[in-house]
């Protein structure tokens, strides 16, 4: 019951026509979000929107480190490219080296029943097509009972909670946004895996403004600018 309370009001809150339509994002063409943990800036995330005719490619890069007494303890750096075609997702790709350790994503989509491919370093196999790689700039994935790591490939199954509406201030501006939580639905999972991230979303505009999370340290995505 509770879990069909929250769906009617994820449904509500959101209009249902701007869902599965990443043409709602249609006005931007550049977002950046600054990383901090506990507090300190450490370094980005960065999406570009290409758009030719039907066509709309979305690359992401992200940039971060974690330094102590000048030294560098961890390094990440990632690249990916999102594509759509009149709105439908039709393939992803990434590659991302962690800290030495390098990661990568492709997924295709299958043109006999449009399930999805994904060959990636932890997952290789198909998938519903009613899933959405975990970027978190597209405001549908708050309907989705599953997402796909970008940085992997792995299957996330996921519960969505609706917070509530709370205002944000980034700089000198206060946003006011939905809140929205985002937690591993299978308990087998290990620590290390699981996810437990708080994600913030204009209301008007449903723009991604915040997402935090605790994993050695807490951690934030800011938003930095957009155009």
């Given amino acids: ?54 066509n709309l490619i979305v690359n992401s890069e992200v940039n971060f480190k974690i330094t102590k007494l000048g030294i560098d303890l961890y390094n990440y750096y990632a690249k990916s490219e999102e594509k759509y075609k009149n709105g439908v997702f039709i393939g992803f790709e990434s590659k991302t080296n962690q800290n030495k350790k ?9 043109s006999t029943n449009t399930d999805l491919i994904i060959d990636g370093s932890s997952y290789k ?16 994935i708050v309907q989705k009972q599953a997402q796909i790591s970008a940085v992997s490939g ?16 980034i700089g000198n501006k206060i946003y006011k946004t939905l809140k929205f939580n985002f937690s591993s639905s299978d308990p087998s999972l290990s620590k290390d895996k699981k996810l437990n991230t708080d994600v913030w979303y204009e209301e008007d505009t449903y723009l991604w403004i915040k997402a935090a999370f605790d994993k050695t340290g807490y951690w934030e995505y800011r938003l930095k600018t957009y155009k």
């Fill in 1 to 54: 019951m509770k879990k069909f309370i929250l769906s009617i009001a994820i449904i509500l809150l959101f209009n249902m026509d701007s869902f599965g339509h990443v043409n709602h994002y249609n006005k931007y063409n550049y977002l950046e979000y600054e990383l901090f943990r506990n507090n300190k800036s450490i370094g980005y995330h960065k999406y570009e929107f290409t758009r030719s005719g039907e």
């Fill in 102 to 110: 390098n990661k990568y994503v492709n997924i295709n989509v299958d």
């Fill in 154 to 169: 792995r299957i996330i199954e996921q519960n969505v909670k609706f917070i509530g509406k709370e205002e944000v201030k």
């Fill in 125 to 140: 196999g198909k998938a519903s097509n009613d899933i959405i790689i975990g970027t978190w700039w597209n405001h549908e």
